[in-house]
């Protein structure tokens, strides 16, 4: 038995699809008749239980502590704890433990989501499993599985384990989640090529899938980890996930201002020492200084404004999960989407019906039965068209779906083929529920691989008995000797036949699927009813081609996509055929472009450094793995594009999460591939992603809005600070004064420019460079600005107190003027193209709440200059009204800055 065992192990990368069932069963070491319950004991303990293994998730401590990680947040933790515990400012030092605390708290209450994408796989994973052991049926959990193991598979069941299958009897699986295959793959027990996909290997069912009609048997040849399923969890678990942009910007700028405060600590702790001064003024400088230097209120008004953003994504059916990834889908370069479901509606709709006297275009998409009927373009009716009618007739009546319409619109029940003829026939009047009443169903010969075709048995409301089929047209021709035309039957002819054989491929290069429509009136005195009599000798009527047909409003969306600079890419598991007439539709490929479209196969024989070269020219790669999506979404991240990956089924899962920003359907989509995700559409509109990258933009300029405003006013306080303390004189602003700057009168119209209306272009530009920093194009401004804030109280403060010798007067006023200038500043950081001299009043006023919180800042400085218990708090003295005016003519120097001089894209 160990050597059994070992045997075993060694074929655990067979390609089972490839071998024959008798070869299949020696491998494994099992018969027909299964496994002793002796041999399950040791192959359990060989292989484990039929399970995913989860890996350790992360707790809501670590999500906590992980708040403070930041270097801001790290400078502010230094100071407050300087401030409490050297310096003895404890105002100073509980101001910024609030501010550091309700970060966290922000943070934290963004960021808790539990990764559940494991979870999430095990619900699709069958609970039990019918099996044969000891030569006895049996029911077992499904963790109890092992390979060898004989399984018994039948319609609305969930396949088990990945096995091969031994028999089968009309067996249909929907593998849409695993493979993206938009239609029941008919299983065989064929055997296959070695290098077929996994989308193509019919004779093999997978673990996660489900059966949709049939039954068969089947041997466990993989469990657990090592299932198709098995591997994408394991890709979802091992994938590293990148720090966003956005936060990799904040990170950045937090080393860069830290590296400022440093130096500027460095250089002034060796001047006061040379000068002598005591650690006590030292530190109190030190503190100064780190305190100018962070912009205590970005994190905090990030996260709010990321917030904000993600509450006005979720109104327009774009749920956002990790908040981050607002900013990063604004600067999105490619677009990698799903076919099934996501460009298209997952619902197949009958496109052309085609009698043998016209063809007929059919409108309208997916399962609500409203359409029109054109010949030429001009209406038809069936009541007009006799062989319409018969055509819709038998689509109707030779069909096992059922059409309903719920609280989430029509839905079909049963075969997709099936219920895109039910709507079909729907849309001319032809309800199969009404039509059943009066032509009430015999007997049925139901579809089976082997004869393609399916036959219904009607009595008429006349009293004849007919026999209604449909199948493949090449099956069908065959059964037909007379063909129905132009209101008489006629004889049909070999060339009736190679004309119908030619339409049909025609149609089906159109990457529609094609079955053909018969009848036969039967005699009245058959008791029993035989399909070799039935379907022989029949009247053939037309022909219906369908198709899962693209989503009207994608054909903009990608429209818009491109006039923003975003690409988008195909990526189906669908056959080529399919994917490129999709993808002619909706744009993506043009003419004949068709070079630009990729299999998996193809895919294969490229190494990483190949693909590499050519992914930004490949559009539609068809018949695809997971593991291919992953591979593409890496090599246009290696060329440096911001990557969106949509999907809805579980084979998208990995690539979701390897993606920059991976968004998820939410109405089709799995709960594995909406946990792996940053964003859930719960529309599953794609051109709702387009309003999410325009809304994603719109935030990232906002947030640039406010920097500017955080970080000119900061560089001004540095300025002060350092040039004060070389030059041996009292600081024109002290630690809580600054706090006061950076929390309130930034603070209120930096949160307020957050919600700044968006710019008319913003789709018109391309995407922004994701290499590019904050503060890309804004350093002269910000340079700029700081300088001229600095004069604008600097000069004052230091007149003041060479003639007057009043620091707390002096102090208090250069404080009011930086308050004051920077209103003025928020209103100019509103544009990176205009001033607002030149913004005019409707510009001026276009922000509402940016006015409030410049009056509510203004009263707020007035109390704490007037109001007395606040003045030994903040250090400020009541000013007089000459001194006032002082403060207005210094501040209004705010309105000469000039934007556009010092902006560059």
């Not at 619900?123 to 060898?148: H, S, W, Y």
């Not at 709010?304 to 994504?313: D, E, P, Y």
């Not at 109104?315 to 298209?344: F, M, N, P, W, Y």
């Not at 049909?504 to 009813?529: H, N, W």
Request: hydrophobic share 45%; proline share 4%; aromatic share 6%.
């Amino acid at each position: 038995m160990a050597s059994q065992k070992s045997d075993i192990s060694s074929m655990s990368n067979e390609n089972w699809h490839a071998m024959n069932v008798e070869e299949v069963m020696q491998a494994l070491h099992t018969s027909r008749g299964g496994l002793t319950d002796d041999e399950v004991k040791l192959r359990l303990k060989e292989y484990g239980p039929n399970k995913l293994i989860e890996e350790k998730r992360i707790t809501p401590l670590t999500i906590f502590l992980s708040q403070f990680k930041s270097v801001l947040v790290i400078m502010l933790i230094i100071s407050a704890a300087i401030s409490g515990l050297l310096v003895g400012e404890r105002v100073d030092a509980v101001l910024i433990t609030m501010i550091v605390i309700m970060n966290a708290i922000l943070g934290f209450v963004q960021e808790y989501r539990a990764e559940k994408a494991i979870e999430a796989l095990k619900k699709m994973i069958a609970q039990m499993a019918t099996v044969i052991r000891n030569g006895n049926e049996a029911i077992v959990d499904a963790e109890e599985l092992v390979p060898g193991d004989i399984i018994l598979m039948e319609a609305g069941g969930r396949v088990p384990a990945d096995s091969r299958l031994l028999e089968t009897v009309e067996l249909r699986t929907d593998e849409a989640p695993l493979t993206g295959e938009s239609t029941p793959v008919t299983k065989e027990t064929n055997v296959l090529e070695e290098a077929v996909s996994v989308s193509d290997r019919n004779n093999m069912a997978f673990m996660g899938t489900s059966v949709g009609y049939g039954r068969g048997k089947a041997i466990v040849v993989r469990t657990g980890m090592e299932t198709e399923f098995g591997k994408i969890a394991g890709a979802v678990q091992t994938i590293k996930e990148e720090q966003p942009p956005i936060k990799k910007k904040v990170e950045r700028l937090g080393r860069q201002l830290g590296l400022v405060a440093i130096m500027g600590c460095a250089l002034i702790a060796v001047v006061y020492i040379v000068l002598g001064h005591n650690l006590v003024e030292i530190l109190m400088v030190s503190v100064s200084l780190a305190v100018s230097a962070v912009p205590e209120g970005l994190p905090a008004v990030i996260t709010i404004t990321l917030a904000v953003g993600a509450s006005r994504m979720a109104r327009s059916r774009a749920v956002v999960r990790k908040l981050a990834s607002v900013e990063t889908l604004g600067s999105t370069t490619a677009i990698c989407s799903d076919k099934t479901g996501t460009l298209t509606k997952n619902e197949m709709t009958v496109r052309k019906i085609v009698t043998n006297d016209m063809l007929v275009d059919v409108t309208g998409t997916g399962y609500e039965p409203v359409g029109r009927f054109l010949r030429d373009s001009v209406e038809v009716t069936p009541q007009e068209a006799v062989r319409l009618e018969i055509v819709l007739r038998i689509a109707a009546l030779c069909n096992n779906a059922v059409l309903e319409s719920g609280q989430e619109g029509w839905q079909i029940f049963g075969d997709p083929t099936e219920g895109a003829l039910v709507v079909a026939a729907a849309k001319a009047g032809i309800w199969r529920e009404k039509m059943e009443d009066q032509y009430p169903r015999i007997a049925e010969f139901p579809f089976e691989s082997s004869r393609k075709r399916m036959s219904t048995i009607h009595k008429t409301p006349t009293g004849e008995t007919v026999a209604y089929v449909k199948g493949a047209p090449e099956v069908i021709v065959e059964l037909c000797t007379r063909i129905d035309e132009e209101g008489h039957v006629r004889e049909l002819l070999e060339k009736d036949r190679e004309r119908i054989l030619l339409t049909t491929q025609s149609i089906a290069e159109e990457a529609l699927r094609v079955l053909a429509m018969a009848y036969k009136v039967l005699p009245g005195d058959v008791d029993e009813y035989a399909s070799k009599e039935m379907e022989s000798q029949l009247i053939f009527v037309g022909l219906a081609g369908m198709i899962d047909p693209p989503r009207e409003e994608v054909v903009e969306a990608i429209k818009l996509c491109g006039k923003a600079g975003i690409k988008s890419f195909m990526i189906t598991g669908d056959h080529k055929l399919t994917a490129v007439a999709v993808g002619k539709e909706i744009g993506i490929l043009k003419g004949d472009e068709e070079t630009k479209v990729l299999t998996g196969t193809e895919l294969d024989l490229l190494s990483d450094e190949e693909l590499e070269e050519i992914v930004n020219d490949v559009v539609i790669y068809a018949r695809t793995s997971p593991v291919h999506k992953v591979r593409i979404a890496q090599a246009l991240k290696r060329r440096g594009h911001v990557v969106a990956m949509t999907g809805d089924g579980v084979n998208d899962a990995p690539a979701i999460k390897a993606a920059d920003i991976g968004i998820a359907m939410g109405i089709k989509g799995t709960d594995v591939t909406k946990e792996a995700s940053d964003m859930v559409l719960a529309d599953d509109n794609f051109a709702t992603i387009v309003g999410a990258v325009e809304e994603g933009r719109h935030i990232y300029n906002n947030i640039r809005k406010f920097v500017r405003l955080m970080l000119a006013s900061n560089f001004d306080e540095i300025l002060q600070v350092t040039i004060a303390a070389l030059m041996g004189i009292p600081l024109p602003i002290i630690p809580v004064q600054i706090l006061w700057i950076n929390l309130v009168t930034d603070g209120l119209p930096a949160a307020a420019l957050s919600v700044d209306p968006k710019d008319p272009d913003i789709m018109s530009r391309p995407p922004r460079n994701p290499k590019h920093g904050l503060l890309h194009g804004m350093l002269g401004f910000i340079l700029f600005v700081a300088v001229l804030d600095f004069c604008s109280d600097f000069i004052p403060f230091m007149w003041l107190y060479y003639t007057t010798g009043d620091v707390l007067r002096a102090r208090t006023i250069a404080f009011t003027i930086v308050v004051f200038f920077e209103f003025y500043l928020a209103l100019n950081c509103r544009s990176e193209t205009k001033s607002i001299l030149k913004m005019g009043w409707k510009g001026l006023t276009a922000n509402k709440l940016l006015l409030l919180s410049i009056v509510a800042g203004i009263l707020l400085q007035m109390a704490i200059i007037y109001v007395p218990f606040l003045q030994p708090i903040f250090h400020t003295t009541a000013l007089s009204a000459s001194d006032m005016i002082l403060v207005l003519v210094c501040s209004s120097i705010g309105m000469a800055i000039l934007p556009e001089l010092f902006i560059f894209q």
